[in-house]
């Protein structure tokens, strides 16, 4: 493993390999991501990990500015692999100065959910998305299925820009008590935690009762649920029949967004 902030540099260094995979990141590396780049490694020669706090996809500032970034902690973590490049760059590496995010249409998919609960969230993530596809030019690109809207957009993106890479979406990794991983975990409180379990619960449930009621009573069912248990607030909750967004994925799937004091978590299952 390797780690550079000069994509031109991992530009000239894969420019011989059979097969190149992209892994982007936020960083704090936890399970969820080394199973991407671990699936990443089965199928390309060599894979680049990108590890960027991308600002253009945070509409609130706050949320920004405590997010946590760990490179050196994520680079210990890194070592051990072989055949992965670390693109680790600064804003100034990846935006102009007063550069801002493009905007898109994706149609209705953000205009749900992380769209409509974060706006703009999805042309900051679009615009970083699309500069490295472009430096890199990957063979695949590896998303997790937690962000599952995050994975659509992205597969609409490389529709709209036709680029010719493969996106794979990556099944999402959980703590043994269920709650899926993610780099906000860290903040939650040893009580704050417990009511995290109760996520996969309450997605399950949905899961359990979908094929005999109605979505309106599965909701409140939910959000009713949802209200007996401690420090959370949902934001939202959905079930969404993803073909309506992208025909050839035929799912129906539960989502959910929550504030467990003040750490914002998203969840989702295949229904
Ligand atoms: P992030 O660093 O949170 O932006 O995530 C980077 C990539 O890892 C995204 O494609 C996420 O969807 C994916 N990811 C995050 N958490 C998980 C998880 N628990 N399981 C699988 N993939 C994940």
Known sequence: MRAYSSFKEIVRLVKKADSIGLVPTM?????????????ALIKDEIVIVSIY???????????????????????????????????APNDRDVYKEEEEAQKYNFGKITQIMEGKSR???????????????????PNNAYFGEKDFQQLLII???????????NIIGCETIRDSAGLAMSSRNKFLSKSERKS??????????AKKIYNTSSTID???????????????????FEIINVSEFLK???????FIACKIGNTRLIDNIRI
């Open 218 to 236: 599965i909701k409140s069912d939910i959000l009713k649920k949802a209200k007996a248990i401690d420090n959370l607030k949902i934001e939202y």
């Open 196 to 205: 995290a379990i109760q996520i996969i619960k309450l997605l399950k449930r």
């Open 119 to 137: 706006p703009g969230h999805f042309d900051g993530v679009a615009t970083v998305v699309e500069k490295l596809l472009s430096m890199f030019n």
């Open 248 to 254: 050839d994925i035929k799912e129906v799937r539960a």
């Open 27 to 39: 960083g704090s590396l936890h399970d969820g991501h080394l199973s991407i780049i671990k699936k």
């Open 155 to 165: 597969k609409k993106l490389v529709k709209k820009i036709k680029l010719d890479v």
């Open 53 to 87: 706090v991308n600002p253009k996809q945070f509409n609130d500032p706050g949320d920004l500015k405590k997010y946590p970034r760990n490179l050196k902690d994520d680079l210990k973590k890194l070592k051990s692999f072989n055949n992965i490049i670390v693109y």
